[in-house]
T-cell receptor, first 113, second 116 residues
């Protein structure tokens, strides 16, 4: 068990470009979460998957954001037409079972210039 | 709807002193409650969790927290601070429902500074 893995760890992109982040959860975990964390704030919920089904999205997740979890394994988060306000740490977490705590990856830090 | 309030965005304690980080929650259903710690440029690590069993929960690194329903609180304590405890601490809540945990709602965090 290597924990939750996120790739890349850092991404610098120009405004208007599209970016995609990948998350590999702990292998037996059926629930996967994406959060966004800005400086000095707690993680803000973006979206949540149970297996391959995306069950909830936050209002933060505009039409520029999309997430997938094909086959209920890894997940990708894509941001289209990035804006400077998208600069943040994007955290992925996974959990298992009814009372499973969320295990977090180390995050992808996005900087939009 | 659920929410978490962490009182004190910054807390300073001397090495060896008591650590007390405050968390109050609001939940329309019985909650599960968690404390996470985050070191710079890292993800979040679980310290402890309350899942409706014992109200006094012991976690890693000597931390513990007590669930008080009457006060809607879940404060984190440690009897004696160590320099390595300096980090940001987040309280989180998720509803205790039959279908299982899903959305975790986090507080804004408390940055703990330990003075030598």
């Amino acid at each position: 068990d290597t924990g939750v893995s996120q790739d890349p760890r850092h991404k610098i992109t120009k405004r208007g470009q599209n970016v995609t982040f990948r998350c590999d959860p702990i292998s037996e975990h059926n629930r996967l979460y994406w959060y966004r964390q800005t400086l000095g704030q707690g993680p803000e919920f973006l979206t949540y998957f149970q297996n391959e089904a995306q069950l909830e999205k936050s209002r933060l997740l505009s039409d520029r954001f999309s997430a997938e979890r094909p086959k209920g394994s890894f997940s990708t988060l894509e941001i289209q037409r990035t804006e400077q306000g998208d600069s943040a740490m994007y955290l992925c977490a996974s959990s298992f079972g009814v009372v499973g705590e969320a295990f977090f990856g180390q995050g992808t830090r996005l900087t939009v210039v | 709807a659920q929410s978490v309030t962490q009182l004190g965005s910054h807390v300073s304690v001397s090495e060896g002193a008591l650590v007390l980080l405050r968390c109050n929650y609001s939940s329309s259903v019985p909650p599960y409650l968690f404390w996470y710690v985050q070191y710079p440029n890292q993800g979040l690590q679980l310290l402890l969790k309350y899942t409706s069993a014992a109200t006094l929960v012991k976690g890693i690194n000597g931390f513990e927290a007590e669930f008080k329903k009457s006060e809607t609180s879940f404060h984190l304590t440690k009897p004696s601070a160590h320099m390595s405890d300096a980090a940001e601490y987040f309280c989180a809540v998720t509803p205790n429902i039959a279908s299982g945990t899903y959305k975790y709602i986090f507080g804004t965090g408390t940055r703990l500074k330990v003075l030598a």
